[in-house]
Nanobody, 120 residues
Framework: VRVAESGGGSVQAGGSLRLSCSVS????????MGWFRQSPGKAREQIQT???????SVAESMKGRVAMSIDIVKNTLDLRMNALKPEDTGMYYC???????????????WGQGTQVTVSA
C-alpha cells in the first residue's frame, strides 16, 4: 500500500484548503485509512479515519470545519478544511492499510505529508 498527499499550502485565517491522498495497493472503500496532523511541539493527532465499518468521529479540534470523503473513481481520500485557524498550522499526513477495520491496522503506510500554514 502506498499513499501520497497533495494540496497543502499557505492560507489566511478563515480560508479553506482541500487535501488529497492518492492511494495505491488498496481500494479506498475496502481498507482503513485516514488523515492525521502534527503541529510544531505537539503530538500527532488523528483527524478522522474511514474503514469498511464507516467513518470515525472527527477530532474535537476540527469538528464542524472538516469534511473527509473517498473518491472511488480516483481512489483518493480527500479532506476539505474550512474556517482555518493559525493553530491548524502543521504537517498533514495520510495513512492507509489494506485491513478492513482500523483496529486491525497496526502498521499502515504513511505518506511524506503536506504542509499547511495558516496566517493570522
Amino acid at each position: 500500500v502506498r499513499v501520497a498527499e497533495s494540496g497543502g499550502g499557505s492560507v489566511q485565517a478563515g480560508g479553506s484548503l482541500r487535501l488529497s491522498c492518492s492511494v495505491s495497493g488498496v481500494f479506498v472503500g475496502r481498507g482503513c485509512m485516514g488523515w492525521f496532523r502534527q503541529s510544531p511541539g505537539k503530538a500527532r493527532e488523528q483527524i478522522q479515519t474511514v474503514s469498511t465499518s464507516g467513518y470515525s468521529s472527527v477530532a474535537e479540534s476540527m469538528k464542524g470545519r472538516v469534511a473527509m470523503s473517498i473518491d472511488i473513481v480516483k481512489n483518493t481520500l480527500d479532506l476539505r478544511m474550512n474556517a482555518l485557524k493559525p493553530e491548524d498550522t502543521g504537517m498533514y499526513y495520510c495513512a492507509a492499510s489494506d485491513k478492513h477495520l482500523c483496529k486491525d491496522a497496526a502498521n499502515p503506510s504513511w505518506g511524506q505529508g503536506t504542509q499547511v500554514t495558516v496566517s493570522a
